[in-house]
């Protein structure tokens, strides 16, 4: 079985991880998901970078013991982690014994090859990068990633000869032209071997946080030569040889682009020093921007990951990241966007399919469809011309790509029932056949998108695939094997059951998540309860949700009203304000209903709505009460209207 073994970088524990180190652990676990998906022996690492000064320092601010502070740490990252959903298969820490004795036999190798020794070393050191700095780094003496100065230091060192492997860097630069992606990193790497490498410090003096240098206890390992160790003691490097011969190489470590000189100079190095293999590959990605500029602990520039997914929930969150920011390129995060790209792909597009989808199967066949002996439509071949597309996208960790040519066969597949228009062939009972053919393309179609998504919306995919009847919900969907699950199945008699919902991503209404840009960037979200939701897609009927009493019933008060004046609401393309008259005066009523029909075309009707409902605000605008309306097939609203409405006038009493 072919085997991978994926990192993250480890985190400094000085504060709690924000949406740019976040997006890099979904990236991350969007790889390693496709990874198991594709039937690969996956090892997904992650951990925490705790032998830092910013760490120390933090831990002495709140007056606690450093490693008692990590350990709170530890908790607080793998919380988030596991919000986020993200299937790490072991999380290392770096104040662990087998990472001490990982290192320790590391350098002492280094040590033995006759790269380390003793100087002096006297220039700037950014605490925040955890590196030491020339004048070229600064501008107006500042670091230019955290835009702090620098401190000046005096103090021994030990120094590892990496100018000995400038010639062995170019050169495996020149026969693994693949080991930095994207390209652009590899050409910065390239010209800064090419520009000569000077030997660098590894040691810190005077500092009792950190793992003892090897040969002078006095010393401690300079924090970044101990963090790069993680990735050779996570798999046992030092402690567990069998496991180390099992995963070593790692296959690809995934890092931020600012530390890229870390993992593709002086890893390697140390690597060809201590006669251990390269990493086959290092994966650079960009930032997550923030009002412009990287999102930053130090320059105080957060979102709270945790924040984001509780507004939407961890698949979107994950889904934005992944799709909005090209893997490899830096891209902006907005609260507005976050709810506009959720509205579209997955409210409007991929949700309200796989609503349409269930719904139809049940209107015409009581959810229970047969794949028909006809052969399979259109749909089929857009199908497997995505998953190679998939494919090739994923194996090149072109994320964004994969997730749009997914998006494609989703709208291949609303085209095709726009274009088939199902419910008129079931009017017709002599294309039966033809219908069920359609209808099985369609879940089939689902299916296999679901299957595609699984590894950036794992949770939301296992939901769909049950609903299209692939997956007894509750099944988790690690099970599933991309050449097996990703062929169209055309299987003659096979039954599938298809299962109702609510929807899986109610739209959002404008104003839901909106962000006061100049205030303490945190969110301000409007209202924490369940958004407003109009116009839903057709989801289930009234016998699968849980009964009530006709007591309970009766606690809802509905009238016929007549509509007097009706207008468009600035800014919303969904909701109306509505004058209705209700036959003991004028009730305004906001209503979802604008897609379906002009204000004009409301005057003067009769609408059934609720009159005993709490007040509401939507958009600004206060609402009291609720019009009822039908949806059909394509989530268009249908107005309830009284059949006989001189016998039934405005302030009618409905049952
Ligand atoms: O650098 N957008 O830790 P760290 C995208 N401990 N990625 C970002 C980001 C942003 N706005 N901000 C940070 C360290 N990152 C070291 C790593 S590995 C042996 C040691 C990324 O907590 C950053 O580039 O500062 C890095 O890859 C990761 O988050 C952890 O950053």
């Known amino acids: 079985m072919p085997k991978f073994y994926l990192t993250t970088a480890i985190d400094y524990v000085n504060s709690r991880p924000h949406l740019g180190t976040a997006y890099e652990k979904i990236a991350a676990d969007v790889i390693a998901r496709y990874k198991r998906l594709c039937g690969v022996e996956t090892r997904f690492m992650m951990g925490n970078d705790e032998h830092s000064q910013n760490v120390f320092q933090r831990a002495r601010e709140l007056n606690k013991e450093p490693l008692a502070f990590c350990d709170e740490m530890e908790s607080a990252f793998r919380e988030v982690w596991r919000r986020l959903d993200i299937s790490f298969d072991d999380f290392i820490r770096t104040t662990e014994s087998r990472h001490r004795v990982a290192v320790t036999t590391l350098v002492s190798r280094i040590a033995e090859a006759g790269d380390i020794y003793e100087g002096f070393y006297e220039g700037w050191y950014c605490v925040s990068c955890e590196a030491f700095k020339q004048e070229k780094d600064l501008i107006d003496g500042k670091c230019t990633v955290h835009q702090k100065s620098p401190d000046w230091i005096k103090e021994k060192n030990y120094f590892f000869r990496l100018s000995r492997y400038q010639e062995r860097l170019r050169s495996h630069y020149e026969q693994h032209p693949a080991f930095l992606e994207p390209q652009s990193r590899r050409n910065e790497i390239l010209r800064l071997i090419e520009a000569g490498l000077e030997d660098i410090s590894v040691s810190r003096t005077g500092q009792s946080w950190g793992i003892p240098l090897p040969s002078d206890p006095e010393s401690v390992v300079y924090v970044w030569v101990d963090a790069l160790i993680n990735y050779a003691s996570a798999v046992g490097y030092g402690v567990d ?84 920011i090209a893997f490899g390129q830096d891209g902006d995060f907005t609260w507005e966007r976050f709810r506009d790209r959720y509205n579209v792909d997955l409210a409007n597009n991929f949700g309200n399919l796989v609503s349409r989808v269930v719904s139809m199967a049940h209107r015409y066949r009581q959810g229970r469809l047969i794949v028909p002996a006809r052969e399979p439509g259109p749909l089929a071949s857009i199908a497997t011309d995505t998953v190679s597309a998939y494919r090739r996208a994923m194996d090149g960790y072109a994320l964004q790509q994969g997730i749009e040519a997914v998006l494609s066969l989703v709208d291949a597949t609303n085209e095709y029932i726009a274009t088939v228009e199902p419910w008129a062939v079931a009017k017709d009972p002599t294309r039966s056949d033809e219908l069920d053919r359609q209808l099985c393309d369609m879940a089939e179609s689902v299916r296999i998108a679901a299957t595609l998504l699984s590894p950036v919306m794992p949770s939301a995919c296992r939901e769909v695939l049950g609903r299209v009847g692939t997956v007894a919900v509750g099944d988790s969907v690690d099970e599933l094997d991309l050449d097996r699950d990703g062929v169209w199945a055309t299987l003659p008699g096979a039954e599938r059951c298809l299962v109702k919902g609510p929807a899986l991503w109610p739209r959002l209404e404008e104003g839901v998540l909106t962000m006061n840009e100049n205030a303490d960037q945190q969110p301000v979200p409007e209202k924490k309860e369940p958004v407003s939701v109009v116009a839903e897609t057709p989801s289930s009927d009234a016998s699968e949700e849980p009964l009530i009493s006709i007591d309970e019933f009766f606690k809802v008060e509905l009238r016929v009203g007549r509509v007097v004046l009706a207008e468009a609401i600035p800014k919303s393309k969904k909701l109306l304000r509505l004058e209705v008259e209700t036959g003991s005066g004028i009730r305004q009523i906001v209503s979802g209903i604008a897609k379906s029909y002009t204000p004009e075309s409301l005057v003067g009707r009769h609408v059934v709505y609720v009159a005993n409902l709490k007040p509401a605000k939507l958009m600004g605008i206060e609402s009291n009460g609720m019009v009822l309306a039908a949806t059909d097939v394509n989530g268009e609203a249908v107005l309830i209207e009284p059949e006989d409405v001189p016998r039934a006038p405005a302030g009618s009493e409905v049952k």
């Open 241 to 324: 040889d069998s496991l180390f011969e099992k995963w070593w190489p790692a296959d690809l470590h995934v890092i931020g682009k600012d530390i890229t000189r870390f993992h593709c100079v002086v890893w390697p190095a140390m690597l060809m020093s201590a006669g251990l293999s390269l990493p086959r590959q290092v994966f650079g990605h960009g930032w997550v921007h923030w009002q412009g500029q990287k999102m930053s602990k130090s320059l105080g520039t957060v979102v709270d990951p945790l924040e984001a997914a509780d507004r939407l929930g961890p698949d979107p969150l994950r889904f934005y990241l992944a799709k909005e």
